[in-house]
């Protein structure tokens, strides 16, 4: 399938879908007593118990679980940002299908932070409630989800920021509707979402159609695909000395735009893009797509998506096709492939070269200071090192969502200006390893990229890459 007419048809897409997200939003946040409604959704979950629910205490606190949130509360909480009240931040993540490892961890470093920093932020206390924006049946993000999840924070008043999403495409469904947020904006800082068109100009009407209001109300800790698809290009130019790539995508909002920023970039590096086409996630292997492309004699393949669009299917059926990775025909991918058990384990991943838009344990324990003492605060606690750099950014997401709670005054437009500020969270406490805030328009102000080759069944850091 050619790669523009499902570009195309993914615009229309996601178009109608952030409409629709809006229309709901709007209908269902006017009154303070109407629950907000999404297609197929229920009434708004809340960070309360309520009839139904199950609870269980861990420490000091309770977990309350309610559809498909689950709420870690302390008694005091309350809504509105009075001096000295508790707030609550929401996680929006993936908890079910391939993602789910790297989720689960997302949660637990954001667990840990809280605890090192006593709950509290400023003088507020801070809990967490936790999201699944996943269904079992997709095996991934739900469209339908996102869209309840974020009509869901606008209706639960004691939400005062949400930490998420993982994936892009969702958070272009939930932005609007936190944009429209009649006591907000409402803040979202995503630790993971590097499609560029969320904060800047890449598609048409992009990042403006996210911001209804004309207030920016996003932002993120890691850095873009305008940028990692450019990296990727000059590596494999640079040191893999390949010359013919065909570049796939997985049809997806993400997928779609990494792939597009590498066949740009590859053109400047001197890189011939042989061919592009999307995946088709529901087929049962790819076999007849690779033998397509025999006659172009590529010596290289990009992968633009996410593994869990049948990911390993498709790295079986490149080396089944076109040899190890090693070999004459290398495979190289972006940071949808990274921090999956699975791919890690699998065999003919062995030689795949895969990038992450900032910097992986591994390195952040080389540099020392809070960033080490944090990843190896997370072993000590969970007895294992984190699925996916991702969590660890989810914890540095969620230590600058603490430090705009401190800077404000606990209410959501309160935490959303400040967070526009330029604050900033000093390097002697980055999880990060170096001081970082978020720019005007949200994005990082620090960006860094890294090349992870997998080898020996682990995902290992092969070199940092230079971000212009």
């Given at each position: 399938?050619?790669?523009?007419?499902?570009?195309?048809r993914l615009r229309k897409?996601?178009?109608?879908?952030?409409?629709?997200?809006?229309?709901?939003a709007?209908?269902?946040?006017?009154?303070?007593?109407s629950?907000a409604?999404?297609?197929?959704?229920a009434?708004?979950?809340?960070?309360?118990s309520?009839?139904?629910?199950t609870?269980a205490?861990?420490?000091?606190s309770?977990?309350?679980?309610?559809?498909g949130?689950?709420?870690?509360?302390?008694?005091?909480?309350?809504?509105?940002?009075?001096?000295?009240?508790a707030?609550?931040v929401?996680?929006?993540?993936?908890?079910?299908?391939?993602?789910?490892?790297?989720?689960?961890?997302?949660?637990?470093?954001?667990?840990?932070?809280?605890?090192?920093q006593s709950?509290?932020?400023?003088k507020y206390?801070v809990?967490i409630?936790k999201y699944d924006?996943?269904?079992a049946?997709?095996?991934?993000?739900?469209?339908a989800?996102?869209?309840?999840?974020?009509?869901d924070?606008v209706a639960?008043k004691?939400?005062?920021?949400?930490m998420?999403?993982?994936n892009?495409?969702?958070?272009k469904?939930?932005?609007?509707?936190?944009?429209?947020?009649?006591?907000g904006?409402m803040?979202m800082?995503s630790?993971?979402n590097?499609?560029?068109g969320?904060?800047?100009?890449w598609?048409?009407?992009?990042?403006?159609?996210y911001?209804p209001t004309?207030?920016r109300?996003?932002?993120?800790?890691?850095?873009?695909?305008?940028?990692?698809g450019?990296?990727?290009?000059?590596?494999?130019?640079k040191?893999?000395?390949?010359?013919?790539?065909?570049?796939?995508?997985?049809?997806q909002?993400?997928?779609?735009?990494?792939?597009?920023a590498?066949?740009?970039?590859?053109?400047?590096?001197g890189?011939?893009v042989?061919a592009?086409?999307?995946?088709?996630s529901k087929q049962?292997n790819?076999?007849?797509?690779?033998?397509?492309?025999?006659?172009?004699?590529?010596?290289?393949?990009?992968?633009?998506?996410?593994?869990?669009?049948n990911?390993?299917?498709?790295?079986?059926?490149?080396?089944?096709?076109?040899?190890?990775n090693?070999g004459a025909?290398?495979?190289?991918?972006p940071?949808?492939?990274?921090g999956?058990?699975?791919?890690?384990?699998?065999?003919?991943?062995?030689?795949?070269?895969?990038?992450?838009?900032?910097?992986?344990?591994?390195?952040?324990?080389k540099?020392?200071?809070?960033?080490?003492?944090f990843?190896?605060?997370?072993?000590?606690?969970?007895g294992h090192?984190?699925?996916?750099?991702y969590?660890?950014?989810?914890?540095?997401a969620?230590?600058?969502?603490m430090?705009?709670?401190?800077?404000s005054d606990?209410t959501r437009?309160?935490?959303?200006q400040a967070?526009f500020?330029g604050?900033t969270?000093?390097?002697?406490?980055s999880?990060?390893?170096?001081?970082?805030?978020?720019?005007k328009n949200?994005?990082?102000?620090?960006?860094?990229?890294?090349?992870?080759?997998l080898?020996?069944?682990?995902?290992?850091?092969?070199?940092p890459?230079?971000v212009n």
């Open positions: 399938m050619p790669t523009k007419g499902n570009q195309m897409a996601s178009a109608l879908l952030v409409s629709l997200a809006v229309v709901i709007a209908c269902g946040s006017d009154k303070k007593s629950p409604a999404t297609a197929g959704a009434t708004a979950s809340t960070a309360a309520t009839a139904g629910s609870a205490t861990t420490g000091g309770t977990a309350a679980t309610t559809g949130a689950t709420a870690v509360t302390t008694a005091g909480t309350t809504g509105g940002g009075a001096a000295g009240s707030v609550v929401a996680t929006d993540l993936p908890l079910q299908g391939a993602s789910a490892d790297a989720s689960s961890d997302t949660n637990l470093a954001i667990e840990l932070l809280l605890e090192q709950g509290k932020a400023g206390g809990t409630k924006n996943s269904t049946a997709k095996g991934g993000w739900d469209d989800t996102c869209a309840k999840n974020a009509n924070h639960n004691a939400e005062v920021a949400v998420g999403t993982y892009s495409g969702c958070a469904i939930e932005i609007p509707v936190l944009n429209q947020d009649p006591s904006p803040l800082i630790h993971a590097t499609n560029p969320i904060t800047k100009a598609d048409p009407g992009e990042p403006d159609k911001y004309g207030v109300n996003y932002g993120r800790v890691i850095a873009t695909d305008d940028l990692q450019k990296a990727d290009a000059e590596f494999a130019a040191d893999l000395k390949v010359t013919k790539c065909v570049v796939l995508n997985d049809a909002t993400y997928g779609v735009g990494v792939a597009q590498f066949e740009e970039a590859a053109k400047g590096v890189i011939k042989v592009t086409a999307a995946w088709d049962p790819y076999t007849a797509l690779f033998e397509g492309f025999k006659s172009l004699n590529p010596d290289c393949f990009f992968f633009g998506g996410i593994n869990d669009n990911g390993e299917q498709l790295i079986r059926d490149k080396v089944s096709v076109f040899g190890p090693k025909v290398k495979l190289v991918a940071d949808g492939f990274t999956y058990p699975s791919v890690q384990k699998l065999a003919e991943a062995e030689g795949m070269y895969i990038s992450f838009a900032g910097l992986p344990a591994s390195e952040l324990v540099l020392g200071g809070a960033g080490a003492d990843v190896k605060g997370f072993k000590t606690k969970y090192d984190p699925a996916s750099a969590a660890i950014y989810g914890a540095a969620m230590q600058f969502i430090k705009a709670i401190a800077a606990g437009k309160g935490v959303l967070a500020s604050i969270v000093p390097k002697a406490e999880i990060i390893g170096r001081e970082f805030g978020i720019d949200g994005d990082v102000t620090v960006r860094d990229m890294s090349i992870q080759l080898t020996g069944g682990v995902e290992t850091f092969f070199k890459w230079p």
